[in-house]
């Protein structure tokens, strides 16, 4: 796990060389990643402070994508640093997690990493009807319920929460790190952490861009002002896409502090004990071949493009395509999601599904896994790597994705994947007419075996991967702004 710090950048076909610094230990993987870091002038990173080792990282093109490898630095530096020292890394931390939805089984799946290795208490909003009191046995600080897509309200929500914080602050008594999920919630934990515990590390943590963040109407100017400032108090910038740095976190240069990249990877505690072993297996066979080919269209469903154009393309090939969705339909969003549904032969909504026990049956019951969204086309819709892009490759359901997004360029670094055109003449609607049109078993053979190819840790959190993101968050010291 290692932070770059640029320091001149060439072009992407040639050797890049990289100053960097790392962690106590001298690192031992390679990470693979597309992303080269954008040329920032960062600041000091704070692990220096610690004593740590310098090493050097040199990034190449190997196999048709880049290669990050950490290797020892001959002339690494003994001197320790006169700051503060962090606390011992073997001292259990105590974090506040400021979340935006109690109830979002993201923010559970990141709850359970961080208890592998930390006491946690859950802070924030719900937008569930019903409360959440409690997860994994431990109490909740529940601020309120917020509505998706009413960001007015939220803010409103925010402001009331921060006012009467001295309600609930005492309850984080202790804290030794703070993470925030997402900007309204970055809000609150860098002026609770001012209050009771400002020696301790923010940590902000990065999944989406709204859209009102990239306008060039005040509001976006007012709020991307805000979050720069807020950056200049975070130790770490946590993020689920490396677009995300190149295409809007670049813009704020020095205030941007170290930052990770934390896919969404599936986390191997959550799988069904004994199923682990039978992965290589389910990705090796799955369903049987078609036609009908079946696509999966699971997680949050927010995308009315995607619904009526899958409606469409089962319209145009009648027993030939049928499309599973299952999920969370935000019907505030597409509100004849269950009109569209019903008249639609060979369109089906078959409810929810629990992320523990079912991703290995839903998954392994059908072809193609859809991974395209344009709920914000051209920005966040572009940037993102979605769970179920992680999901899919996993269990072996071929990712449909665009190839001039994020997700498309994930599957074309690692060779896999239906990647499809929708520019010019040849739009989304006919290239998926034309593959399905054409699709037969063996090409349908070739894809999975492609897919099957995609190393494991490339889709899995297991761990080890939790430890040294447990050891990372307690050699930080904290950042002020200036």
Request: proline share 7%; charged share 25%.
């Amino acid at each position: 796990m290692v932070f770059i710090r640029p320091e001149r950048v060439r072009k992407r076909s040639t050797m890049i060389a990289l100053r960097c610094e790392a962690m106590h230990q001298e690192p031992t993987g390679v990470h693979h990643g597309r992303f080269v870091p954008p040329r920032l002038p960062y600041p000091r990173h704070p692990l220096a402070a610690a004593g740590s080792a310098r090493i050097r990282a040199v990034q190449y093109r190997r196999g048709g994508f880049e290669t990050m490898i950490a290797v020892p630095n001959p002339n690494r530096s003994t001197e320790r640093a006169t700051r503060a020292p962090c606390p011992a890394p073997n001292a259990r931390m105590k974090i506040a997690y400021f979340v935006h939805d109690l109830a979002d089984a993201a923010v559970h799946r990141r709850l359970r990493m961080m208890l592998a290795f930390a006491d946690v208490t859950l802070v924030g909003f719900r937008r569930s009807d019903h409360p959440v009191p409690e997860f994994a046995g431990l109490m909740t600080i529940e601020l309120g319920r917020t509505k998706d897509a009413r960001l007015g309200q939220r803010v409103i929500s925010v402001l009331r929460a921060a006012v009467n914080r001295g309600n609930w602050e005492t309850r984080l008594n202790g804290v030794t790190h703070f993470v925030a999920r997402q900007l309204e919630m970055l809000v609150l934990a860098a002026l609770t952490r001012r209050r009771i515990a400002p020696s301790a590390p923010l940590a902000f943590e990065c999944l989406d861009i709204h859209r009102l963040m990239l306008t060039r109407q005040p509001i976006g100017i007012a709020l991307r002002g805000l979050e720069r400032h807020l950056l200049r108090s975070c130790s770490l910038l946590m993020v689920s896409s490396p677009a995300f740095l190149t295409n809007h976190f670049a813009r704020y240069r020095s205030a941007t502090p170290p930052h990770l990249l934390l896919e969404n990877k599936v986390m191997s505690r959550d799988i069904p004990p004994g199923q682990l072993e039978s992965i290589p297996r389910l990705r090796a066979t799955g369903p049987a071949s078609g036609p009908p080919w079946r696509i999966g269209w699971f997680g949050v469903i927010r995308c009315r493009r995607t619904l009526l154009l899958l409606a469409d393309l089962v319209r145009r090939l009648p027993n030939e395509v049928e499309v599973i969705i299952r999920g969370r339909p935000r019907r505030n969003i597409i509100p004849d999601f269950d009109e569209v549904v019903a008249a639609t032969p060979g369109l089906s909504y078959l409810g929810e599904y629990d992320r523990h026990s079912d991703l290995a049956t839903i998954y392994g019951d059908v072809h193609f896994t859809w991974a395209i969204d344009f709920y914000e086309a051209g920005r966040n819709s572009d940037w993102l790597l979605p769970n179920r892009l992680y999901e899919g490759t996993l269990y072996g359901a071929v990712p449909l994705a665009l190839a001039s997004v994020e997700t498309g360029r994930w599957l074309a670094d690692r060779q896999c994947g239906i990647r499809l055109n929708d520019a010019g003449d040849q739009s989304l609607e006919r290239s998926l007419l034309e593959y399905f049109s054409r699709l037969d078993p063996t090409g349908y053979a070739v894809a999975r075996s492609d897919l099957a190819r995609v190393p494991l840790s490339d889709l899995l959190d297991d761990q080890p991967a939790s430890e040294r993101h447990g050891t990372l968050l307690n050699t930080l010291a904290p950042r002020y702004a200036t």
